[in-house]
């Protein structure tokens, strides 16, 4: 049927409509097909603590890093998963290398060929012992070294301070 003007209209069909909207889902097949090859030719590499270390350091090497952040990227760090633990004695020092954290992430995943990579900052506490200062406590680290001393110090009445 012809419409004033030369323009023909066409009255709509229903196979027409399914007809059309079958070609699309095969269209997808192909789109989610390619997908899958892009994303396993993109498949992000394994990392081990050496290599993850050896980058670090490789970073510091690069970059003008304050004597504090050098010691601190410096330090064994512990791999797991695609986690980096990083060991810190306060949070002074973790504020420190979240100064700098996105910079080295993206160094990082772009040297080691992985997107998943991520710090963790653990704070350890210190074992080691104080070191005695006063007289009493020299004293007290001294007997407990050598428990005769309190039997001394009791028989002559002696003083430690």
Sequence with gaps: MQAPGGISKETPSLNKIFDKKTAPVEDTKKEVEQNE???ATTAQS????ENVQTKINEYVAQ?????????ILTKPIKLIGTEIELSMTNSVEISMVQKIEVELL??????????SIKFKFNV???DSERRPYTSIEVFAAMAKKNPTLLKLRDEFG???E
């Design 106 to 115: 993206g160094f990082l995943r772009h040297s080691l060929n992985n997107s």
């Design 46 to 49: 394994e990392v081990s603590e």
């Design 158 to 160: 002696l003083d430690t």
């Design 37 to 39: 090859v892009i994303t």
């Design 124 to 126: 350890a506490k210190d």
């Design 63 to 71: 970059h003008s890093l304050s004597g504090a952040i050098k010691v």
